[in-house]
């Protein structure tokens, strides 16, 4: 039960039909959030699939995947909306439904991303001679594949620690990207003939890059979901008060 029913029962006062099924909408809500994170996770292995293992024959697959998490991704934002305009939630509540209004959009990102790898990897598949992925662009992928997979586990076990662990190791994947346009640089210089090639790898390896950017989306979501703090642009250590400044460190006095 929510922290407020909580608090109201303590009061001596019985949760109305309407708080009942404020909450009972609420859990519903959350419960469709997690089924759309299992589609877009199921959605991005299957584009890794197509990239690393060269199965052009399941594009078709992340495409309707795609589909499929457009249709939700509207119909949990429309009854987020709804929930806010009828019942007013307020403290946990309310952070509950504006976090699953964020990770909805970032989960959309991540699933149209998905579907722009898997098109240029077909791409890059076709022909009697289709391109090698790199080594480094293998390990880039797999490292976006890896933080989408903390996140959403962050995100079903609301736990802010791990949020914050994910969100200080998403260095890693600018390191790999950087790696990788080195490489294909040197790739483009060598063999320049095949250059439209090359640059659908760097373009591939911009959208695993900002797979990751949208994993840490979602775990900055669950800090706040779990603390109040919104810690965009200023790291994990010190949140952002209502008053603009980082010095409001008591999440307690400010929090809705």
Same mark, same amino acid.
């Given at each position: 039960?929510?922290?407020?029913?909580?608090?109201?029962?303590? +009061?001596?006062?019985?949760?109305?039909?309407?708080?009942?099924?404020?909450?009972?909408?609420?859990?519903?809500?959350?419960?469709? %959030? *997690?089924?759309?994170?299992?589609?877009?996770? %199921?959605?991005?292995?299957?584009?890794?699939?197509?990239?690393?293992?060269?199965?052009?024959?399941?594009?078709?697959?992340?495409? %309707?995947?795609?589909?499929?998490?457009?249709?939700?991704?509207?119909?949990?934002?429309?009854?987020?909306?709804?929930? *806010?305009?009828?019942?007013?939630?307020?403290?946990?509540?309310?952070?509950?439904?504006?976090?699953?209004?964020?990770v909805?959009?970032?989960l959309?990102?991540?699933?149209?991303?998905?579907?722009?790898? %898997?098109?240029?990897?077909?791409?890059?598949?076709?022909?009697?001679?289709?391109?090698?992925?790199p080594?480094?662009?293998?390990a880039?992928?797999?490292?976006?594949?890896?933080?989408?997979?903390?996140?959403?586990?962050?995100?079903?076990?609301?736990?802010?620690?791990?949020?914050?662990?994910l969100?200080?190791?998403?260095?890693?994947?600018?390191?790999?990207?950087?790696?990788?346009?080195?490489?294909?640089?040197?790739?483009?210089?060598?063999?320049?003939?095949?250059?439209?090639?090359?640059?659908?790898?760097?373009?591939?390896?911009?959208?695993?890059?900002r797979?990751?950017?949208?994993?840490?989306?979602?775990?900055?979501?669950?800090?706040?979901?779990?603390?109040?703090?919104?810690?965009?642009?200023?790291?994990?250590?010190?949140?952002?008060g209502?008053?603009?400044?980082?010095?409001?460190? +008591?999440?307690?006095?400010?929090?809705?």
């Amino acid at each position: 039960m929510s922290e407020v029913l909580t608090e109201r029962a303590i +009061d001596g006062r019985r949760p109305s039909e309407v708080d009942r099924h404020a909450v009972k909408i609420q859990d519903n809500l959350w419960a469709e %959030a *997690l089924g759309l994170a299992a589609v877009v996770e %199921a959605t991005l292995a299957t584009s890794v699939t197509v990239l690393c293992h060269h199965r052009p024959d399941l594009a078709a697959d992340v495409k %309707a995947g795609e589909r499929e998490i457009d249709r939700r991704e509207v119909a949990i934002e429309r009854e987020c909306l709804r929930v *806010l305009a009828l019942y007013d939630p307020v403290a946990s509540d309310f952070r509950r439904v504006l976090t699953i209004l964020r990770v909805n959009r970032d989960l959309e990102r991540i699933g149209d991303l998905a579907a722009r790898i %898997a098109k240029r990897a077909k791409k890059l598949a076709r022909g009697t001679n289709p391109l090698v992925i790199p080594e480094p662009l293998e390990a880039l992928a797999e490292a976006a594949m890896q933080s989408v997979r903390g996140a959403l586990d962050s995100l079903v076990n609301c736990d802010a620690q791990a949020s914050r662990s994910l969100i200080a190791a998403d260095h890693r994947l600018d390191e790999y990207r950087r790696t990788v346009r080195a490489g294909i640089k040197e790739s483009i210089r060598r063999d320049v003939d095949r250059i439209e090639d090359w640059l659908r790898l760097m373009d591939v390896a911009r959208h695993l890059e900002r797979v990751g950017d949208h994993a840490a989306g979602i775990a900055e979501a669950v800090i706040y979901m779990k603390e109040g703090q919104i810690i965009r642009h200023v790291g994990t250590s010190r949140p952002i008060g209502p008053s603009g400044s980082r010095d409001d460190s +008591d999440p307690e006095s400010w929090s809705p």
